[in-house]
């Protein structure tokens, strides 16, 4: 019985060196924080293992970082594999989405990025880009004339509508004449022409006596305009003024109509095309709706093969540049030896407590050995 208690009592003390002397060794991995002191003599294993040597530690791991873990090859391997992209793609469809679904408009979006004058900047530059774009066509047109710049068919349809021109001119002429608001109209230009001619006009009023001059020129200018040479020399002057028009050369055009009265035209016109107040209230769902699908479908998987190519290709520079075993060295230096000791026993606290727990086995199955020896011996 003696010996029985002996060994159990040597196993208890065992099992309780084991597991204290484990459990000591891991406190020692951190504690204490700081050396300690006594008679001006620094107390060995002070500070802990950790706190002592965390600059190498912190330095060791941002290369084994770097070069085990985030090595340019392996993220390359990443970003190539089919997976990746497949994910990346989802993810960036599900962002451009729930921005839209926000409803936000044009307006509002530039006015987060501080864009507040986007209308005025966008009319600015819309006109800036009108006149660029008149100057470089100009450029190259104005010695020429305007039937080698305008297009062919346009010309034959011009003078295909010649004719009809000059019969609606001249169908409006006499149905003006034969109205009595024309007829007055033609009164009184008789009577100012005869009022400006002194005593000529003075003889014809009385060789007319009260006989109306203009009912006798009304019929007559009514028949002129009706006669068919009239058509004839009204489409000569109109033939050959066309030709005229057609030779001269742009630059002329230019000059009479002048730039600025050109380029406010095409501005107004462009300014009525495009109703830029009403296109910055516009939602950017509804502004984008047309190509949506083609954004979704076309646009984002070219993005991120772009993005994804671009990165491959400046990868190893943009490790280097970035010096990620320093930005991991200097975070590591920055935690606190308490933040270092929560890390690490979050992590590994269960595994640090089987250990202590098997240095307690050990040492209570080296004092049965012991009591085994001890009852031989």
Avoid: C
Avoid at 87 to 92: F, P, V
Avoid at 95 to 109: A, H, M, P, S, Y
Avoid at 234 to 248: A, D, F, H, I, S
């Amino acid at each position: 019985m003696d010996i029985v208690m002996t060994i159990l009592i040597m196993m208890v003390i065992g099992a309780v060196i084991g597991g204290w002397t484990n459990s000591l060794a891991i406190k020692m991995l951190f504690r204490p924080f700081k050396p300690i002191y006594i008679l001006g003599k620094r107390i060995p294993f002070t500070p802990g293992l950790i706190p002592k040597r965390r600059s190498e530690l912190a330095q060791q791991l941002g290369k084994i970082v770097m070069e085990h873990l985030l090595t340019a090859d392996s993220m390359k391997k990443k970003l190539e594999s089919s997976s990746f992209k497949e994910n990346a793609e989802g993810w960036m469809r599900g962002e451009i989405n729930r921005f839209l679904d926000k409803e936000e408009t044009i307006q509002q979006v530039l006015d987060k990025f501080g864009i507040n004058n986007a209308e005025e900047i966008m009319r600015g530059n819309i006109q800036q880009i009108v006149t660029t774009k008149y100057e470089e066509v100009m450029t190259g047109l104005r010695q020429k004339p305007i039937q080698q710049v305008v297009p062919a068919n346009l010309l034959h349809s011009v003078e295909h509508h010649i004719p009809s021109v000059a019969e609606f001119v001249l169908n409006k002429a006499i149905t003006h004449f034969e109205n009595p608001e024309g007829k007055q109209q033609l009164a009184r230009m008789i009577n100012d022409f005869i009022a400006t001619r002194g005593k000529l006009g003075s003889f014809v009023q009385m060789f007319m006596g009260n006989y109306p001059l203009v009912d006798k020129v009304q019929p007559e200018i009514i028949k002129f305009l009706k006669h068919d040479g009239t058509k004839d020399v009204l489409l000569n002057v109109m033939y050959r003024e066309w030709n005229k028009l057609k030779e001269m050369e742009m630059s002329e055009i230019e000059n009479r109509i002048t730039k600025d009265v050109i380029l406010s035209a095409i501005h107004t016109a462009v300014g009525r095309t495009i109703d830029l107040p009403m296109w910055m209230n516009k939602k950017v769902k509804e502004a984008i709706k047309p190509i949506y699908p083609w954004l979704m479908e076309q646009m984002v998987p070219t993005t991120i093969n772009v993005f994804s190519k671009m990165l491959l290709e400046k990868l190893e520079e943009l490790l280097q540049r970035l010096k990620l075993d320093e930005l991991i060295r200097d975070q590591v230096e920055s935690f606190s030896l308490e933040e270092v000791e929560e890390m690490v026993l979050s992590v590994s606290g269960r595994e640090l407590k089987l250990i202590t727990y098997l240095g307690a086995v050990l040492g209570g199955l080296i004092g049965f050995l012991q009591g085994v020896l001890v009852l031989f011996l």
